[in-house]
């Protein structure tokens, strides 16, 4: 062909008829003004980076790659010494001149730390030998219609200023800037005007994925790899031998859907502890631990089958206090505290008992406890599952009581109401419900099980789930070892919007770190946590955790998690779309998408409780 043939429009016939590839391919309008651009009905404005902060953290361009409709285009141009030299030598001068001229004292210290600034550069480019690249940073904002680029633009503004950057918008340039940010145009004389000198290592740390990976000391959990293949070993109680910013505790939580691998990534956590020493007390309402506990010689304690196989006495007290509580005199804190787990309980196996019907039911248990020689002044420490009332007790002071009423008065109403309640915990349920506690513990790896149930009732199901996580509680106070404590299903706890309940496990969340325990909530459903009248303690119980583990969830659940952490377009997006094992980690101030990676033996050595 002639270069004529060469240059001319292609054209390629399709079934319904002939169409020129060149106007296809070509976008469907382009507009270019002072300072924004229409591109495809698209609105579009390119911000270009002017200046940096003195000093650069690794990862520094992590976060502004998630911001929603901004792509970045980073250009790095290597700067021959020479032509350094002579920058570095004038700009000395430069600033030695207006330090002397300047009379300001507050711009005199300005100019005075730019010096030692550059002077730090130079010693750096001495010791290293590094090279030196012109960096050109450019974001190209885009928008469906001018008034949400002008939004866009702001939001944009107010980040990078918070970073310590500033970015314009080079008026009647952005048709030079835009062909420098796509590689199939030469070079633009803008190239030559933009850009800082910047080290090759410092270039190197800027970038997201340098740092996405996590290499935690001490005891920690080979979990995965991130998605550039860095390791990720992960130490839940980092806190204790590191201070990193927002990994104050060793609260966990995962979330996913049926499926999606939450159940493996927590056994992964917990054999780890197991293997370290810790002590390690699991809410299993499954029974997913089974065959992982009988292998590692624990204990699993079968409570879905009551009576003989085990019973958690729901009125004996969890001594929820430390030293120091009892030493400020909140030793009383103990049985108030306790007043309210009862309540809650109560609240689990009848969600539509009356407010009056509560509260006289917590007249009657502190009238039964006092029978016992329980009151705010007593030294539980020296008390035995032995010394507690059961719901027989408390059903004989409710029956001593209607005997000496005669009279229909509203009390009498009140205690009727409460005794047909309690009636059902000391007859048909009193083999879950009513006894003293009968558990045989005798190692520190814990599963308490209740698959039996799980399909019966859910106001009972949900009542012995909660009894259990309170005596579990009670298991995790000894300061003198570290301890995990693992709810599965914990939305469980909030599905009947049971308020007190909510503010139980928010309660556990928050004091966990005073007994150096350690929890892993998981749940599937995080919309149970974002009900309304349950969102102030759902927000407490994942404000009070340091990491999450978020595979993959569908809408509804992801819109409702973003009520609870802050997730942005990206990672909203990534989630619902994830596959077995691939989960969004948030570790502190670190987000990546990691892989869990499992060996095949490891697989085996966890049971058929569960999926992958």
């Known amino acids: ?24 391919v070509a976008p469907k309008g382009m507009e270019f003004k002072p300072t924004e651009f229409v591109l495809g009905g698209k609105y579009s404005t390119i911000l270009t980076v002017i200046a940096f902060p003195r000093n650069i953290a690794p990862g520094f361009l992590s976060d502004i790659t998630n911001i929603q409709g901004v792509k970045i285009a980073i250009k790095h141009i290597p700067i021959q010494f020479s032509v350094l030299q002579k920058m570095l030598n004038k700009e000395i001068a430069d600033l030695k001149v207006r330090y002397q001229s300047e009379k300001d004292q507050t711009m005199q210290e300005r100019i005075r730390q730019d010096y030692e600034s550059l002077e730090q550069f130079i010693q750096m480019l001495a010791a290293t030998q590094a090279r030196i690249f012109d960096f050109q940073m450019h974001l190209m904002v885009t928008a469906d219609n001018k008034e949400e680029l002008e939004l866009r ?54 970038y997201p994925f340098v740092f996405d990976s996590i290499k935690d000391p001490g005891n920690a959990t080979l979990l995965g790899v991130d998605f550039s293949g860095g390791v990720i070993l992960f130490n839940q109680f980092l806190y204790q031998i590191r201070k990193e910013h927002n990994r104050n505790n060793a609260n966990m939580i995962i979330l996913g859907t049926s499926g999606s691998g939450k159940s493996t990534a927590a056994k992964v956590l917990v054999r780890t502890h197991i293997r370290n020493g810790f002590k390690v007390v699991c809410v299993d309402p499954e029974g997913e631990l089974g065959d992982m506990c009988n292998s590692l010689g624990g204990d699993f304690l079968d409570l879905g089958k009551g009576g003989e196989f085990g019973m958690i006495n ?34 689990y196996y009848s969600p539509s008992i009356e407010d009056d019907v509560l509260t006289m039911f917590s007249d009657v248990l502190q009238e039964t406890y006092k029978r016992y020689k329980i009151d705010y002044n007593t030294d539980f420490t020296k008390l035995t599952s032995a010394d507690y009332p059961t719901f027989d007790d408390v059903y004989a002071t409710i029956k001593g009581h209607l005997v000496g009423m005669t009279d229909a008065t509203h009390e009498r109403d009140v205690l009727e109401r409460l005794e047909l309640k309690v009636r059902p915990l000391v007859k048909e349920l009193r083999y879950y419900f009513t006894g003293k506690t009968t558990l045989n513990i005798e190692s520190d790896f814990i ?36 301890t995990v404590m693992m709810v599965d299903e914990a939305h469980v706890l909030l599905s009947s919007h049971n308020e007190l309940g909510a503010e139980f496990l928010a309660q556990i969340q928050r004091r966990s770190r005073k007994y150096n325990t350690g929890t892993i909530i998981i749940t599937q459903q995080p919309t149970d946590f974002a009900a309304p009248n349950i969102i102030t303690h759902g927000k407490a119980i994942f404000d009070n955790a340091s990491y999450y583990l978020v595979m993959g969830l569908r809408k509804q659940a992801v819109d409702d998690l973003s009520k609870l ?48």
């Open 447 to 482: 599963v308490f099980n209740i698959k039996e149930l799980m399909n019966s009732d859910e106001n009972i199901k949900n009542a012995l789930f909660f009894n259990i996580l309170k005596y579990a509680w009670g298991l995790c106070l000894d300061k003198d070892i570290n």
């Open 153 to 206: 633009k702001i939001q944009v503004r107010n980040y990078i200023d918070a970073l310590g950057m500033r970015a314009v918008s080079l008026m009647f340039e952005q048709e030079k800037a835009l062909k420098s940010i796509l590689p199939i145009f030469p070079p633009q004389d803008i190239e030559n005007r933009i850009g800082t000198p910047i080290p090759s290592v410092t270039v190197a740390a800027m």
């Open 565 to 612: 952490i802050d997730l942005n377009d990206n990672e909203k997006e990534a989630i619902k779309y994830y596959n077995q094992g691939e989960a969004l980690f948030i570790c502190g101030n670190k987000r990546m998408k990691i892989q869990v990676v499992i060996t095949q033996e490891e697989l085996d050595s966890f049971g058929s409780g569960g999926g992958y």
């Open 314 to 347: 729901p009125l004996e007290i969890v001594i929820d206090a430390d030293e120091e509580e009892i030493a400020q005199g909140l030793g009383y804190t103990v049985l108030t505290r306790t007043l309210q787990q009862v309540k809650a309980f109560m609240k």
């Open 1 to 24: 062909h002639s270069d004529n043939d060469a240059c001319a429009d292609i054209v390629v016939l399709f079934p319904s008829g002939p169409v020129n590839l060149k106007s296809e």
